[in-house]
């Protein structure tokens, strides 16, 4: 048995505000103590409560001018496009064409894929986040540099290979046949196998056969814990190829759904211009969305309508969405919610955006039970914040008058230089200094 016991305010939420109410949905503790034991959560509370229940001899690590929070859960990420972000001047479908198939093509090569899965995942855990939803390429050799490496750090992350049979270049596509039978594999090889779970990945409707998608249907039916992982109506001219190439479909999510893919363990990117049937029909499903607003104004494909969204009760996650995304921080993410929702005269308060980037994109992607905040027997996976990390966010924290507004100032201002450290499992898994 290992005890270690952290001190800073700690800060965790314990539910959706909207639902909760604000009050009661987070927890917080000035001058605060996280205790781990064997890399699990055993308590989380004040300091002068919960420093005398230590066993006689655990050294306290404090962290001054700190704040411990869960680990941040990036709800869709690409981990092969990491070399094409910040890449100009398209939209979305002509930005896959002229930068992510070129790129993703290198990863037939599997040492180009580890080493391109050690700098992807040195950068989620430099910007704080610890668990992820990833599509890797659609070469299996690309799931299994990002399992090896992942499971190395003991790191939860949840990924596939992509599924593609047309609209995309020959040597990137596959077949129904072989997209099943690898992914039966990699399934059979990584799921469940340290802290890594597997996503069936069809990238989008576009690139995939009316039999690729009965396919991955069969996989999800097959194995009743995976996830489904796939894009829905990001953009507008998007949606109008869709409506060719499936004109028997009532609409987008329809070809989804006609294929057995619209279910309580499917997580759809972007969802920008949903009508209003799809949404009921994504809550009935107990479906999500991953909310992705760097990537969707950088690649002008719309705003995200997020309090719309809210209002049918569906699970909504952050997205950092890289490479069409332009920042690995969660932070920054934050940020960039923000100002959507304010452009659709809509506030999103802090506690909400902090709920979508810890627990709430744990309860997406089917793990709460397991990380998103500080219950007891959850993983210890959390981050270390320093609060004086810039000269402007220190004196700007030093006029904050609420938990709320501090963590407001933080989701503006705040980027990687905030992340002190991040901790896997109760382990040091980065360290800024």
Same mark, same amino acid.
């Given at each position: 048995?290992?005890?270690?016991?952290?001190?800073?305010?700690?800060?965790? @939420?314990?539910?959706?505000?909207?639902?909760?109410?604000?009050?009661?949905?987070?927890?917080?503790?000035?001058?605060?103590?996280?205790?781990?034991?064997?890399?699990?959560?055993?308590?989380?509370?004040?300091?002068?409560?919960?420093?005398?229940?230590?066993?006689?001899?655990?050294?306290?690590?404090?962290?001054?001018?700190? @704040?411990?929070?869960?680990?941040?859960?990036?709800?869709?990420?690409?981990? &092969?496009?990491?070399?094409?972000?910040?890449?100009?001047?398209?939209?979305?479908?002509?930005?896959?064409?002229?930068?992510?198939?070129?790129?993703?093509?290198?990863?037939?090569?599997?040492? *180009?894929?580890?080493?391109?899965?050690?700098? /992807? $995942?040195?950068?989620?855990?430099?910007?704080?986040?610890?668990?992820? $939803?990833?599509?890797?390429?659609? *070469?299996?050799?690309?799931?299994?540099?990002? /399992?090896?490496?992942?499971?190395?750090?003991?790191?939860?992350?949840?990924?596939?290979?992509?599924?593609?049979?047309?609209?995309?270049?020959?040597?990137?596509?596959?077949?129904?046949?072989?997209?099943?039978?690898?992914?039966?594999?990699?399934?059979?090889?990584?799921?469940?196998?340290?802290?890594?779970?597997?996503?069936?990945?069809?990238?989008?409707?576009?690139?995939?056969?009316?039999?690729?998608?009965?396919?991955?249907?069969?996989?999800?039916?097959?194995?009743?814990?995976?996830? $489904?992982?796939?894009?829905?109506?990001?953009?507008?001219?998007?949606?109008?190829? =869709?409506?060719?190439?499936? &004109?028997?479909?009532?609409?987008?999510?329809?070809?989804?759904?006609?294929?057995?893919?619209?279910?309580?363990?499917?997580?759809?990117?972007?969802?920008?211009?949903?009508?209003?049937?799809?949404?009921?029909?994504?809550? *009935?499903?107990?479906?999500?969305?991953?909310?992705?607003?760097?990537?969707?104004?950088?690649?002008?494909?719309?705003?995200?309508?997020?309090?719309?969204?809210?209002?049918?009760?569906?699970?909504?996650?952050?997205?950092?969405?890289?490479?069409?995304?332009?920042?690995?921080?969660? /932070?920054?993410?934050?940020?960039?919610?923000?100002?959507?929702?304010?452009?659709?005269?809509?506030?999103?308060?802090?506690?909400?955006?902090?709920?979508?980037?810890?627990?709430?994109?744990?309860?997406?992607?089917?793990?709460?039970?397991?990380?998103?905040? /500080?219950?007891?027997?959850?993983?210890?996976?959390?981050? =270390?914040?320093?609060?004086?990390?810039?000269?402007?966010?220190?004196?700007?924290?030093?006029?904050?008058?609420?938990?709320?507004?501090?963590?407001?100032?933080?989701?503006?201002?705040?980027?990687?230089?905030?992340?002190?450290?991040?901790?896997?499992?109760?382990?040091?898994?980065?360290?800024?200094?």
């Amino acid at each position: 048995m290992t005890i270690a016991a952290y001190n800073a305010d700690v800060f965790h @939420m314990l539910g959706d505000p909207s639902a909760m109410g604000p009050d009661v949905a987070h927890g917080f503790y000035e001058d605060g103590l996280l205790i781990v034991e064997d890399g699990m959560v055993l308590r989380a509370g004040p300091r002068a409560e919960l420093e005398a229940s230590l066993p006689s001899g655990i050294e306290i690590t404090i962290f001054a001018d700190a @704040m411990i929070i869960p680990g941040f859960v990036d709800s869709h990420i690409h981990y &092969p496009q990491v070399d094409v972000i910040a890449s100009p001047g398209d939209q979305l479908m002509d930005w896959l064409n002229d930068y992510t198939f070129p790129a993703e093509a290198a990863f037939e090569d599997k040492p *180009h894929g580890r080493e391109c899965a050690r700098f /992807f $995942l040195e950068e989620l855990l430099r910007n704080g986040t610890t668990s992820a $939803l990833v599509f890797g390429s659609m *070469h299996a050799t690309s799931v299994d540099a990002l /399992f090896e490496e992942a499971l190395a750090r003991n790191m939860r992350i949840i990924g596939g290979k992509v599924l593609m049979d047309r609209n995309a270049p020959a040597h990137l596509c596959d077949t129904p046949e072989i997209g099943y039978r690898e992914s039966k594999s990699l399934i059979q090889k990584w799921h469940h196998k340290g802290r890594l779970q597997y996503a069936i990945t069809p990238r989008f409707a576009f690139t995939c056969s009316d039999q690729q998608l009965r396919m991955a249907g069969n996989l999800l039916n097959e194995f009743e814990d995976v996830i $489904l992982h796939t894009h829905l109506s990001e953009n507008e001219d998007e949606l109008k190829l =869709v409506k060719e190439l499936f &004109p028997q479909a009532r609409d987008y999510l329809g070809v989804y759904e006609s294929c057995g893919l619209l279910t309580n363990r499917s997580v759809f990117a972007h969802g920008i211009h949903l009508s209003e049937n799809e949404l009921v029909r994504l809550s *009935h499903a107990r479906a999500g969305l991953a909310f992705c607003p760097t990537s969707n104004l950088f690649l002008g494909s719309g705003l995200f309508e997020f309090h719309r969204v809210k209002k049918h009760g569906i699970k909504v996650g952050l997205g950092t969405d890289i490479g069409g995304g332009t920042s690995f921080s969660l /932070f920054q993410t934050m940020n960039e919610a923000y100002k959507v929702c304010q452009l659709q005269g809509n506030y999103l308060d802090a506690l909400t955006s902090f709920y979508l980037a810890t627990l709430g994109g744990a309860e997406l992607l089917g793990l709460a039970g397991k990380v998103g905040n /500080f219950e007891s027997g959850k993983e210890a996976d959390f981050i =270390v914040l320093d609060l004086k990390a810039s000269p402007l966010l220190a004196r700007r924290l030093k006029q904050c008058r609420s938990l709320e507004e501090r963590l407001f100032v933080l989701s503006m201002l705040g980027d990687d230089r905030v992340v002190r450290r991040t901790y896997l499992a109760g382990e040091p898994a980065y360290s800024r200094w």
